[in-house]
């Protein structure tokens, strides 16, 4: 089965969910579990609890440094961006309400919507705008969005508009303001404790890794929006703890929910289970600077090493599509279609390391479910499927607290997951490009950082298509990033939480769950 989107065809990812097309974008969407009749109109009222899978005692509400998901989530319940992204990742007016780019895409402006206050009653400006924009790409910034946001010259206010200049044109500008770092904050705000934004809700209590509060703000600008009183999380990062508390009505909604439970969760017949393919995926990177991963041959032998299909089978439960040691997903309209799926192949494998000068290979793998749920027994998996491959593989087990910041980007083979940004150019460039901050195989290719630029540019789709299947093809090759499985995110809601859909951007509706929700 196959859907056709601007003459090329997407395949049907799994055998639980289903492909749907809207807006002229294609959209990973299934709902699994019993089917509820939800009413027609929203209606205000009601504390909406949600148990998240991450959470730690280091997060912070300051946006330059949110790193995983349950701070995006928390962002975008106290916030909003210049641009919202709706379900199939097109942009859509929020703070400002209307755009234009010049030809080239080296100009954008941005005009703000009137009449919008911060919780302290200001109204928000163009001013506050450039403020918040200018902190991610300043020179001491470690924000994730300053690897998108290379070639932006200046970010300035003309009166109501905010002007974004680029080096060289940057076509997907207006999808990047709506990334979940681009809050906007009033100018000169720095006191994270207090955080001050103009979203549905008001901060009321947080503390890392514990928990976070918020109460409706009644002044907020969106009347179609903000549903519920009053919004409170948990983060609950044991995946067996969190499907404890949806059953037991701790919480209303949870994130990914536990391959291995889910279906627990489905014979209960009094839930919503929500599943979406594209918005993530798992891998294993290895340090291209450091022996033997130097060696490309090397990185070719250990991804041949890789049994996907059985990755799938076992770990993710069906619950997924394999990866091809590229980031674009499946359901992306740049998905290259006629790069040849890498298939496990020990003889394959065997070839890459003589060619590479080598009998056998020794290597480790540091893995930790702090990574995922689910990665020390991926890690286990890669291990036997390796051994007839002549490679000896070793799973050094280490510990989840402080996983990414002691483990990751410093093990010279280590496990990793990440969220798919919007655009093929976002993840290249956050995460691919040469000397981007979260480059994290410290990989670099000429061709590659040359075509990353022209996609960037390029406003003609099939034009750009051209470009992106290019560069899908030689991080396939030449990467570090043995990319193996693009997992099903999978939310479950309680039967009276109405309003819950798949979305293309992120789990729990793009991580704006808690504007978008209400009770039944």
Known sequence: MTIHRNGFQTPLLTRRGALGVLGGGVLAAGTLGASFAHAQTPKRGGTLRIGEAEGGTSDSLDPTTYFTYNMYTVGFTLGNTLVELDANKQPIPELADSWEGSKDAKRWVFKMRKGVEFHNGKTVTAADAVWSLNRHIAADSKSAAKGFLAGVSSIRADGDNVIIEHETGD??????????????????????????????????????????????????????????????????????????????????????????????????????????????????????????????????????????????????????????????????????????????????????????????????????????????????????????????LTVDRVPNDSYWSDVWMKKPYTMSAWGVRPTPGMMFSVAFAEN?????????????????????????????????????????????????????????????????????????????VSERVWFA
């Open 171 to 392: 076509a997907d500008i207006p999808i990047i303001m709506g990334d979940y770092h681009l809050l906007i904050v009033p100018e000169g705000h720095d006191d994270w404790n207090n955080f001050v934004g103009s979203g549905a809700y008001v901060l009321d209590r947080f503390e890392p890794g514990v928990r976070f509060s918020a109460t409706r703000n009644p002044n907020y600008w969106k009347p179609d929006r903000g549903w519920v009183d009053s919004v409170e999380m948990l983060f609950i990062l044991d995946p067996t703890a969190r499907a404890s508390a949806l059953m037991t009505g701790e919480v209303d909604v949870i994130d990914r929910t536990d391959n291995m439970i889910v279906d627990r969760i489905k014979a209960l017949n009094k839930f919503q289970i929500i599943e979406s393919i594209g918005t993530a995926f798992h891998e294993s990177v290895m340090d291209t600077r450091a022996a033997p991963f130097d060696n490309a041959d090397v990185r070719e032998a250990v991804k041949y090493a890789i049994n996907r299909d059985e990755l799938i089978e076992k770990i993710y439960r069906g619950y997924g599509v394999v990866g091809n040691d590229h980031p674009v997903p499946p359901t992306d309209p740049f998905f290259n279609l006629e790069l040849p799926q890498r298939p496990y192949d020990p003889d394959k494998a065997r070839w890459h390391l003589k060619k590479a000068g080598l009998d056998s290979l020794d290597i480790s793998l540091s893995a930790a479910d702090g990574a995922y749920a689910g990665a020390v027994d991926t890690a286990v998996l890669m291990q036997a499927s390796a051994a007839g491959t002549g490679i000896n």
């Open 436 to 512: 981007a901050p979260w480059n994290e195989t410290f990989w670099s290719n000429d061709r590659f950082n040359e075509l990353l630029v022209a996609g960037k540019t390029q406003t003609d789709f099939e034009k750009r298509k051209e470009i992106y299947w290019e560069m899908q093809e030689i991080v396939h090759r030449d990467g570090g990033n043995a990319l193996f499985a693009f997992p099903a995110e999978l939310d479950s809601y309680a039967q009276n939480v109405q309003g819950a859909t798949t979305d293309a951007v992120a789990r729990l509706m793009g991580c704006r």
